[in-house]
């Protein structure tokens, strides 16, 4: 039984250039949620999808947006990127009340 | 901003000792649970609180809640140097929308 899958596991991009982050959610699962970790900090919530739609938002700006497709997978893009957006990008995915399960994440480097 | 903050940031000990570590948060909570994260991988579920609970148990693994004092704890006992990692709280508030809020996190070193 596969876990939470990310892909790409690192990706390089420049500033002011955009991203597409993917992520598949464990099997049964159908709430999938995305977070920013800086290195050394503890995972910020970025937002959460649920049936196709955006249920929740943290204090992240527009150029954050997310799609969640019928099959549970989702993606993360992210525009006009910053020096700062340079992070692992966390993807975990639940059912119902159930805790959350953690994909490994993408290691993005903005230069 | 985080709801949780560990204590301590960073923690060093010898395989066999226990290591106990803090999370005090600032609102309410619906439940409280602790993640291990070992380097460059995800966060891995360790175990889950309820607001109503003040201890659980789940192998070597022992947490506290009291909620009075806004405060948790997780203890590892008899560690091993797989037990190296990030340990973080992260707490859950209903009226948030039931997100995992996360604190920084304690780095642990067990040493062989």
């Known amino acids: 039984d596969a876990g939470v899958t990310q892909s790409p596991t690192h990706l390089i991009k420049t500033r002011g250039q955009q991203v597409t982050l993917r992520c598949s959610p464990k099997?049964?699962?159908?709430?999938v949620s995305w977070y920013q970790q800086a290195l050394g900090q503890g995972p910020q919530f970025i937002f959460q999808?649920?049936?196709?739609?955006?249920?929740q938002r943290g204090n992240f700006p527009d150029r954050f947006s997310g799609h969640q497709f019928p099959n549970y997978s989702s993606e993360l893009n992210v525009n006009a990127l910053l020096l700062g957006d340079s992070a692992l990008y966390l993807c975990?995915?639940?059912?119902?009340?159930?805790?959350?399960?953690f994909g490994d994440g993408t290691r993005l480097s903005i230069l | 901003s985080q709801q949780g903050e560990e204590d301590p940031q960073a923690l060093s000990i010898q395989e066999g000792e226990n290591a106990t570590m803090n999370c005090s948060y600032k609102?309410?909570?619906?439940?409280l649970q602790w993640y291990r994260q070992n380097s460059g991988r995800g966060l891995v579920h360790l175990i889950l609180?309820?607001?109503?609970?003040r201890e659980k148990h789940s192998g070597r693994l022992r947490v506290t809640l009291d909620t009075s004092k806004k405060s948790s704890s997780l203890l590892i006992t008899a560690s091993r140097a797989a037990d190296t990692a990030s340990y973080f709280c992260?707490?859950?508030?209903?009226?948030?929308?039931?997100?995992?809020?996360f604190g920084g996190g304690t780095r642990v070193l067990v040493k062989p």
């Open positions: 609180i309820r607001s109503n609970e």
């Open positions: 609102t309410s909570i619906n439940n």
């Open positions: 992260a707490t859950v508030r209903k009226a948030a929308g039931n997100k995992l809020t």
């Open positions: 999808y649920y049936e196709e739609e955006e249920r």
């Open positions: 975990a995915s639940k059912f119902g009340d159930q805790p959350q399960h």
């Open positions: 099997s049964g699962h159908d709430t």
